[in-house]
T-cell receptor, first 113, second 117 residues
Framework: DVKVTQSSRYLVKRTGEKVFLECVQD?????MFWYRQDPGLGLRLIYF???????EKGDIPEGYSVSREKKERFSLILESASTNQTSMYLC????????????FGPGTRLTVT | AQKITQTQPGMFVQEKEAVTLDCTYD???????LFWYKQPSSGEMIFLIY??????QNATEGRYSLNFQKARKSANLVISASQLGDSAMYFC??????????????FGKGTKLSVIP
């Protein structure tokens, strides 16, 4: 069974803290993605990675960075969390040249106070 | 300009009735793909159906069908015989070409469907 897991379902952090969101997939997929989801805005792509140590900015990369040291793991880093980064964060993966679906994790609801 | 437009923020449908969720898209890429995802209140994104730009026939998957009208740039999702478990957010998404070796998806803002018993 296809599996994308995220380290936490719910997370509460303080303004200015460094935050790590972890995503692991067990499908040997080359591509991994980080989205944030806000009411009325749909899903917006933050960063994606198409290979180990490779990363590309998405539509809203400001305030975020990513790390992909191993094929199965893709981390999203908030260097200094701010209240406007309170959101639902969704990780996804897909095969390299897949024109088809991305597989999503369960999401992490992050609250920054 | 928005690449994916879902004009219905919320919709209601009676159980066992059919419902159509609207999606229009904007692209100049001749090769693209259109997707529909379902997101229940639990939060996970569930892939429902896919339509490629060169596919001659409308895609169908069980109770889901995609009404693909290429000239109008619309890709509406039709759910037949609605069930209470269909209550969820529904997102339309588009894949265009390839960037940095990876296909990306652009999502619409979603439609919240509520099925009434």
């Amino acid at each position: 069974d296809v599996k994308v897991t995220q380290s936490s379902r719910y997370l509460v952090k303080r303004t200015g803290e460094k935050v790590f969101l972890e995503c692991v997939q067990d499908m040997d997929h080359e591509n991994m993605f980080w989205y944030r989801q806000d009411p009325g805005l749909g899903l917006r792509l933050i960063y994606f990675s198409y290979d180990v140590k490779m990363k590309e900015k998405g539509d809203i990369p400001e305030g975020y960075s990513v790390s992909r040291e191993k094929k199965e793991r893709f981390s999203l880093i908030l260097e200094s969390a701010s209240t406007n980064q309170t959101s639902m964060y969704l990780c996804a993966s897909s095969e390299q040249l897949a024109a088809y679906e991305q597989y999503f994790g369960p999401g992490t609801r992050l609250t920054v106070t | 300009a928005q690449k994916i437009t879902q004009t219905q923020p919320g919709m209601f449908v009676q159980e066992k009735e059919a419902v159509t969720l609207d999606c229009t898209y904007d692209t100049s890429d001749p090769s693209y793909g259109l997707f529909w995802y379902k997101q229940p209140s639990s939060g996970e994104m569930i892939f429902l159906i896919y339509q490629g730009s060169y596919d001659q026939q409308n895609a169908t998957e069980g109770r889901y069908s995609l009404n693909f009208q290429k000239a109008r740039k619309s890709a509406n999702l039709v759910i037949s015989a609605s069930q209470l478990g269909d209550s969820a957010m529904y997102f339309c998404a588009m894949r265009e070409g390839r960037r940095a070796g990876s296909y990306q998806l652009t999502f619409g803002k979603g439609t919240k469907l509520s099925v009434i018993p």
